[in-house]
């Protein structure tokens, strides 16, 4: 399948995804981000509030690559009219979760479908990027996802002193706004330059159709060392989603409060911009495929400073990994997907990727995490992330296609 535009070729996108990427980034930031600290305030668990979120992320696993199968599939139906509809869904969710603020079931169901929707949303958004960057559009992706790197470090530091000051009350209020922004920015995109679908000839069309993916099992099929690539992939998620979502955790275990978390989260999310920003630099230079393995080697070496860490300052020179680690992976993993994957399976691709990640690994994540510090120390979970983190390396570091 085919991508075209209705806008001129000379028409730069980058300024409308940049703003894509911003407001959906500032939405993840304050109810992802402070996830752990709404639902403890909600007297959940450690071990219940990992539950929630792996349940998120797990749907995602499977709503990811069913979106993704039914875009790649469809003549008309692209991400940005899933987003709009995803949006607009976890927007009613948001209004629910705010109103039944005091509901333990109408707490988790909401927040579980928020959940999966955001986990699905960053797949959403690398792939309308690719779509216009295949169609011929310009588009610095790397620029586009840096904005949205520190428009989510400028709402955590932000976040981090509100929570603090002002209680837990406003994260859903300022995340309905946020993600009412987003909407917006969709809504524009897709009036200024909508992703049209075509085939250049009859013969195309039958030949794509002849052709088009039986299903996920086909992909699996096709692409096997793919498949355990994603396998590396998603054990080094596993330790960065632990070390992510119980942040807060780990700054108390260092004599750190919501403050320092949300200038921890601030000082990593900034220093993925400079890093997006030079990834095009770095491509024209590097192998794709070498990028993802030294970024999964600093997923490692991250993981082990902040275990090693006795003081909020070491969480802080852990966070400063974020550069060569997260923030190299993310577009050169996209990169390497488009590259790989023939045309007709970049959208199950793309959609597999981020089921494998933030999808599997962030669910292994969230819950293992959760259920080690329900009975154990901080220390133990920061040794979990090194060992599963160090695991992931290797199998990524022999899985890679140049």
Known sequence: MHYSSTSREHFSLTPYYSFLQGSFWMSYAVIMGFATIYLQDKNFSNTTIGLLLALGTILSIFLQPILGFWVDKSS?????????????????????????????????????????????????????????????KQLHFGL????????????VLIMGFLVKRLGTPIIVPTFLVFLLSFLLVIIGLQKKSPIIKWNSSPEASIETKSDSPEGILAFLKRYRRFCFLLIGMMLLFVAHTALNTYHINIMKHVGGDAA????????????????????????SRVKCGNLLKISA??????????????????IYFSQAFQFASFAIFIPASVYYVNHLIEEKFRGTGQALLGAATVGLGGTLGNFIGGKILDFFPVSVMLIFCVVVSTLGFCITLFTIEN
């Open 297 to 314: 080697f600093f997923f490692t070496i991250k993981a082990l400073i902040a275990a090693l860490a006795t003081q909020v300052g070491g």
């Open 76 to 136: 008309r139906l692209t991400m940005l009219h899933v987003l709009l509809i995803c949006t607009s869904i976890g927007g009613i969710c948001g209004i629910l979760l705010q109103i039944a603020s005091h509901s333990f079931l109408f707490i988790c169901i909401p927040f579980i479908i928020i959940a999966t929707l955001l986990t699905c949303f960053p797949t959403f958004l690398n792939v309308i990027a690719m779509d216009y960057i295949n169609s011929g």
């Open 144 to 155: 586009g996802r840096g904005m949205g790197s520190i428009s989510y470090a400028f709402i």
């Open 260 to 283: 320092t978390m949300g200038f921890s989260l601030a000082l990593s999310a900034t220093l993925e911009l400079p890093a997006m920003l030079l990834f095009t630099f770095f491509l």
